[in-house]
């Protein structure tokens, strides 16, 4: 491998408060999900599942269609869609409109896309204050920090040391650091003249988007505020409305074990002749910035199923332990694994595809299918062929070589010896986290000929 | 899909059951009269803003934005409900605004029995392009929570962390 | 494992011409070199009936991932070795006997791939004297992977260690798997943590009398 996993993961595994922290909060999550599919109470979960995967496979394979459709939609209901080949032209029309109006102060709702094109940092730049307002997102903004799982961004902090970033009482409680959070917010929702948020759906059939929350901060930034803006890729489209009853039900349970999110808001367009409040403005940014280059590959393409629940992670053996900063990009765990490489090119952190036990838990777990350990396999041989390690291919060869010839093979009594060795290389990896196996005394085709069976 | 099949007479008692569990409070008025003679013991004392639906019997300030940011209830109307999850289905087009429901700390809903349908598919079949009647389609299940600090969970982050709903003709 | 299966009544066949499946070449990314290898094994099997495997990631790699390497090959022939007992020849108790409190490891491949979970249960209940106890991360991965184990030896050992902790609660002093990989690398943790609890293959537990 070229270059060599980050130093974060050493410094996580090193850290026991945080490696409790990671194990716990995961663990619950997941255990939350099982309560919620359990055979019992959702007994058509599997149908679901397959029925979700199809859905995504089958709008993926008509994504222009119904691309065209959405837009249709939108404007119909009074909106605009703004097509964005990248995540600078995204930015860029946002900062655009914002300096058009004169808006300083833009609220944003939970949003993994919005960190994917860096917006906070142009937005900044343009003199804007764009403020996070789900309550982990505050917390890491007000830090400094990125969102350390798709679902808990603030997953790695203590009590004591939220209220540190929130100038608050060391021995506060998390009811009074939420309390503190919600004045502050507050004040911004009614100020802002721009609210941005995400999209857990795009709705082609309504020219609509969905947004599913536990919070209020993503009903408050789409509805406080003049102008509502929702920047969501393109692999976020459903075909219908009725295709929600297939996603909610998995969504929810998939990612905190909820059947239904406490607020799930459809908004089409903007607000109406004779409603009283919602946004005068209303735009959808599609994001483009690498997706239909993903489209185009038959064996991964099922990447762009994702529906950002985070179940991935919570089961991921590799997350729990090294957490989510020790992942190069925006989107950490299993699901990361398999974006980042397609979005950012498999010679940047090649390492990746390779930081798993391919347990296979995510690819159980994923409501909508995702055969991820299959991914991981693919972008492993295409990592391997392009900018391969000339000793292990070597080693690989004489292994198949080795193996090729079973005389030979049957002479390698030496592994006995291994014991004996000097600790080098894979060895002393080893013997670094585990004790040598004992081998037995005789090995099995000893044996079988003993017994005359030979 | 599967639809489930309830007998509509539990679904208030199975929404009730499902609201509860979230925290949420669920009161059985007999009738109209009861509903809103019971709304109005719960909002003595409190500033209000509550929608002109006349089911709520013309209490409380109307709609305004300073109206919604300095209540301590809000009161509104519900479209239906949901049995199955304890959800609550607001259109916009039945001029219920998205700030009375969303700004106060405490929300009250008041609902006649026969919109508590059993569940989202139920919702989706007889709404199926909920874009055509209004703007934003929102449901609502239980007060506002988070549980982003040491997975504790708090209601009332930004939304209501209070919610009862009041159900018509039991 | 031959043992058990004459026990069980059938003819046993071993090839002394086997050698791998290809697995470690596969996961490792080379797909060419995994193929050279698995043409062999298939060489070398060829006209076997039932073949049966005291391993399930060799299984599943036969079994799933051969198509991968070999456009619309499915193979069939391969069993692992408790489920050949228990679906194939309908025996779940081979009248085994070991004292112990043992706990059953599921491993990944096995239990993902082939959906093995009962089977090696069964025939644990039915050993003499074994009295058979669940640990709470029974499913979870014990951080083999493979080449992993020593590319990304931190994690792996502290999965590794986390599953231990599991065993230990357990109570267990005994824990079994169909897998031999995953019994080396919880075997070495569990040993350089200090702990008597042993790890057995199932073949071994069930050749016991």
């Not at chain 3, 169909?178 to 919880?186: R, Y």
């Amino acid at each position: 491998m070229k270059s060599a996993p980050p130093q974060k993961i050493q410094q996580t595994l090193a850290d026991p408060k945080l490696q409790k922290a990671i194990y716990s909060a995961t663990g619950r999550l997941a255990g939350n999900r099982r309560k919620t599919i359990a055979a019992d109470v959702l007994p058509d979960y599997q149908e679901l599942r397959q029925h979700a995967h199809d859905l995504k496979k089958h709008t993926l394979d008509h994504l222009d269609a119904y691309l065209e459709e959405f837009e249709r939609n939108v404007a119909a209901r009074g909106g605009k869609v703004i097509w964005a080949s990248t995540g600078a032209e995204a930015c860029a029309f946002i900062g655009n409109l914002a300096r058009e109006r004169g808006v300083k102060l833009v609220v944003k709702s939970k949003s993994m896309t919005s960190e994917e094109i860096h917006l906070n940092e142009h937005l900044e730049k343009d003199g804007i204050d764009a403020v996070e307002t789900d309550l982990g997102e505050y917390i890491i903004q007000l830090a400094g920090e990125k969102p350390y799982h798709i679902i808990a961004p603030a997953l790695h902090k203590t009590r004591e040391q939220v209220a540190e970033v929130l100038h608050a009482e060391a021995d506060s409680t998390p009811e009074d650091l939420t309390a503190i959070a919600r004045v502050a917010l507050r004040e911004k929702f009614l100020a802002a003249g721009i609210g941005i948020t995400g999209a857990n759906f795009l709705v082609a059939d309504s020219g609509a988007i969905v947004l599913v929350e536990n919070e209020g901060n993503a009903r408050l930034s789409s509805s406080a505020p003049a102008i509502h803006i929702a920047v969501a890729g393109i692999e976020k489209l459903i075909p219908r409305a009725q295709d929600l009853a297939v996603f909610l039900k998995l969504l929810g349970r998939s990612a905190t074990g909820q059947p239904l999110s406490v607020y799930t808001s459809f908004l089409a367009g903007p607000r109406r002749a004779g409603e009283p409040d919602g946004p005068e403005e209303f735009y959808v940014v599609l994001l483009d910035n690498g997706r239909t280059k993903i489209l185009a590959d038959p064996g991964k393409r099922q990447s762009l199923y994702c529906i950002r629940c985070g179940a991935c992670l919570n089961h991921c053996p590799v997350y729990r332990k090294i957490g989510g900063y020790s992942y190069p990009w925006v989107y950490s765990g299993p699901i990361g694994k398999i974006l980042t490489p397609q979005f950012m090119g498999r010679e940047q952190d090649p390492w990746l595809p390779f930081a798993s036990s391919l347990c296979g838990a995510c690819g159980e777990v994923c409501p909508v299918k995702i055969e991820i350990p299959k991914i991981l396999l693919e972008l492993r041989q295409e990592i391997v062929e392009k900018s391969g390690d000339r000793r292990e291919r070597m080693a690989f060869r004489m292994f198949a070589w080795i193996m090729r010839h079973p005389h030979i093979y049957a002479q390698f009594r030496w592994v006995r010896k291994l014991r004996k060795l000097p600790a080098a290389g894979p060895l002393k990896a080893w013997l670094s986290q585990r004790d040598l196996p004992d081998l037995p005394k005789k090995s099995f085709r000893e044996q079988w000929r003993e017994r005359g069976r030979a | 899909m599967r639809l489930v099949d309830f007998p509509r007479e539990d679904l208030a008692a199975k929404f009730s059951d499902a609201l509860t569990a979230l925290n949420g409070n669920v009161v059985l008025a007999p009738d109209l009269d009861a509903a809103q003679a019971h709304l109005r013991t719960m909002l003595a004392g409190k500033r209000v803003v509550a929608s002109r639906a006349p089911i709520l019997g013309g209490i409380g300030e109307e709609y305004s934005r300073e109206a919604c940011a300095a209540a301590d209830i809000g009161v509104t109307s519900a479209d239906f409900a949901l049995a199955d999850t304890g959800t609550l289905v607001f259109l916009t087009e039945s001029r219920e605004s998205r700030l009375i429901s969303l700004l106060p700390p405490r929300h009250i809903a008041v609902i006649e029995r026969d919109r508590i349908l059993t569940s989202l598919d139920e919702l989706l079949s007889r709404v199926p392009h909920p874009g055509v009647q209004s703007s934003a389609m929102v449901l609502i299940t239980g007060p506002s929570r988070t549980a982003d600090i040491e997975m504790r969970l708090v209601r009332g982050v930004h939304g209501p962390g209070e919610i009862t709903v009041i159900i018509v003709g039991s | 494992m031959a043992e058990v299966l004459e026990r069980a009544g059938c003819e046993v066949e071993f090839r002394e011409a086997q050698t791998c499946c290809g697995q470690p070449a596969f996961n490792s990314g080379y797909r060419e070199e995994a193929r050279d290898v698995a043409r062999h094994f298939l060489k070398v099997f060829e006209g076997a009936e039932y073949i049966v495997i005291p391993s399930g990631s060799c299984t599943s790699m036969i079994s799933h991932h051969y198509a991968d390497l070999f456009d619309g090959h499915h193979e069939t022939r391969v069993h692992e070795f408790s489920r050949f007992l228990v679906e194939v020849l309908k025996v779940d108790d081979v009248g085994a006997r070991l004292d112990s409190v043992a706990t059953y490891h599921d491993s990944c491949h096995a239990l993902r791939e082939l959906k093995i979970h009962d089977a090696p249960r069964r025939l644990l209940r039915n050993v003499r004297g074994l009295q058979l106890t669940e640990m709470d991360a029974a499913e979870e991965c014990c951080g083999f992977g493979g080449t992993f184990s020593v590319k990304f030896a931190e994690v792996s050992g502290a999965i590794g260690r986390t599953k231990v902790e599991s065993i230990v609660r357990s109570g267990a002093d005994t824990v079994v798997s169909i897998d031999s990989s995953c019994l080396m690398q919880l075997q070495g943790v569990l040993s350089r943590a200090g702990s008597t609890v042993r790890t057995m293959h199932l073949a071994e537990v069930l050749a016991s009398r």
